[in-house]
């Protein structure tokens, strides 16, 4: 625990260079999911229409009899939809600080990270994001549980 809050110590440190800092909750079959993420923008263009940014969020994960840590980055693909309403989907990377959770054996603390979401852009600087995250080792172990959960992420853009 101590590592954990050590590492969301340097992130928050580190928040000025980022643009935007979010917090979410995610829940599925008893687990619940607590995260904290900060968002590096890029001027550029994925295909002349998705914007870019780079995700870094560490998560709490409270089981009904364990709990763990992630750490995990990725790229996210921005889609604006009206002025207002977006998609978001990235893939990335994953650092589990257990190989289980619960009756859930994940095989290796490496996973792959899939998130999609749908979010809505209040004014200039605060949005919310309702998505799905999937976590998955990608069957290079025998034990790939996974780990899916829909979350609600609301981010404040400085």
Known sequence: MK??????????SYACSFDRIS?????KDSIDVYGLSLFKDFDYKLFDIADLSLEVTTEYVDGKNDSMAIISTQPLATIDITENLYFEAGLGVAYFSKEHLDHKQFGMNFQFKESIGFG????????ATLKYNHYSN???DDDNSGL???????????
Do not use: P
Not at 120 to 127: E, S, T
């Open 3 to 12: 590592k954990i809050v050590l590492i969301l110590v340097m992130l928050v």
């Open 120 to 127: 809505y852009r209040f004014n200039d600087n605060f949005d």
């Open 23 to 27: 917090l979410e909750y995610g829940y």
């Open 138 to 140: 990608a069957n290079l």
């Open 148 to 158: 899916d959960f829909v979350g609600l992420k609301v981010a404040y853009r400085f």
